[in-house]
């Protein structure tokens, strides 16, 4: 894998990766030295909710050797949303430029970081997209596929909200998309986070463009994919637009 010299990334900027964790024991170690061999002058916290698996302190072993990696610990499984909703806060104070977010089970493949990254160069909000030409998710079976497409489909028609992939977990954000974004919608847990947050950003009259990535099944570990976090977004969609705050 090739890394990039730091000061194509983008500039001389600086570029925060946020991994939120979860039982990611198995994924956690590879998964970090891959994103920080891609980004050599990155900086990357991880959020981990007492993840019975002791992915917490595998976190603090491996930020003990790297400065460039610091721990957030939380008490216990407080969703995606709120695990970003923090770390957003916490970045603009420390002066990010970008915040880069990413699961950390391998599905977002860290060798897209340095497009995602270029491409942020000339917009507000990256949006890594399986759903515009040259993304994709080959390992998804097709009611998976169906509901994400359902939630899309949803979130372009109901909110009005032009992109593709609205509910992507992988994307960058600039600071000025991170200052625009308020989070009196911070419970959510999941998609209904990744829509609300690109939503804001579009509202807001910020550029957001979608780069192609392709999306493959995590490697190891359990994924907290539910049909509780599927119903959220999709409620929330709804609530979303009885608020009357569509265009
Ligand atoms: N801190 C924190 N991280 C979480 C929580 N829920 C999920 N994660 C992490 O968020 C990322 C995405 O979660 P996944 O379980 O992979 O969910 P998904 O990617 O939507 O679903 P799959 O495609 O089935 O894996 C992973 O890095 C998880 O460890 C949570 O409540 N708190
Ligand atoms: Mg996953």
Same mark, same amino acid.
């Given at each position: 894998?090739?890394?990039?010299?730091?000061?194509?990334?983008?500039?001389?900027?600086?570029?925060?990766?946020?991994?939120?964790?979860?039982?990611?024991?198995?994924?956690?170690?590879?998964?970090?030295?891959?994103?920080?061999?891609?980004?050599?002058?990155?900086?990357?916290?991880?959020?981990?909710?007492?993840?019975?698996?002791?992915?917490?302190?595998?976190?603090?072993?491996?930020?003990?050797?790297?400065?460039?990696?610091?721990?957030? @610990?939380? =008490?216990?499984? *407080?969703?995606?949303?709120? %695990?970003? !909703?923090?770390?957003?806060?916490?970045? +603009?104070?420390?002066? &990010?430029?970008?915040?880069?977010?990413?699961?950390?089970?391998?599905? @977002?493949? =860290?060798?897209? *970081?340095?497009?995602?990254? %270029?491409? !942020?160069?000339?917009?507000?909000?990256? +949006?890594?997209?399986? &759903?515009?030409?040259?993304?994709?998710?080959?390992?998804?079976?097709?009611?998976?596929?169906?509901?994400?497409?359902?939630?899309?489909?949803? !979130?372009?028609?109901?909110?009005?909200?032009?992109?593709?992939?609205?509910?992507?977990?992988?994307?960058?954000?600039?600071?000025?998309?991170?200052?625009?974004?308020?989070?009196?919608?911070?419970?959510?847990?999941?998609?209904?986070?990744?829509?609300?947050?690109?939503?804001?950003?579009?509202?807001?009259?910020?550029?957001?463009?979608?780069?192609?990535?392709?999306?493959?099944?995590?490697?190891?570990?359990?994924?907290?994919?539910?049909?509780?976090?599927?119903?959220?977004?999709?409620?929330?969609?709804?609530?979303?637009?009885?608020?009357?705050?569509?265009?």
């Amino acid at each position: 894998m090739a890394a990039i010299a730091a000061d194509s990334v983008p500039g001389t900027k600086r570029v925060l990766i946020v991994l939120p964790t979860y039982n990611e024991r198995e994924n956690l170690e590879i998964m970090v030295a891959r994103v920080l061999g891609v980004l050599p002058a990155a900086h990357l916290w991880i959020v981990d909710d007492n993840s019975p698996d002791g992915t917490g302190e595998l976190a603090e072993t491996i930020a003990a050797r790297n400065e460039r990696v610091r721990v957030f @610990h939380r =008490p216990g499984k *407080l969703g995606l949303g709120t %695990a970003y !909703a923090e770390s957003f806060g916490r970045a +603009l104070a420390a002066g &990010y430029d970008y915040v880069v977010e990413m699961d950390a089970d391998f599905s @977002h493949d =860290p060798a897209a *970081l340095p497009e995602l990254l %270029a491409a !942020a160069q000339h917009t507000d909000l990256v +949006l890594g997209s399986r &759903y515009v030409p040259g993304g994709s998710t080959p390992d998804w079976s097709l009611s998976r596929r169906c509901i994400s497409r359902i939630g899309n489909v949803m !979130a372009r028609t109901v909110l009005r909200l032009p992109v593709q992939d609205a509910t992507t977990g992988y994307r960058v954000f600039n600071a000025r998309a991170l200052q625009t974004l308020r989070f009196d919608e911070s419970s959510l847990r999941g998609y209904g986070f990744q829509i609300e947050t690109a939503y804001q950003c579009h509202r807001a009259g910020l550029k957001v463009l979608e780069h192609p990535i392709t999306f493959v099944d995590r490697r190891v570990g359990q994924s907290k994919m539910s049909r509780a976090i599927v119903l959220e977004a999709l409620m929330y969609i709804v609530r979303r637009r009885l608020r009357g705050t569509v265009a």
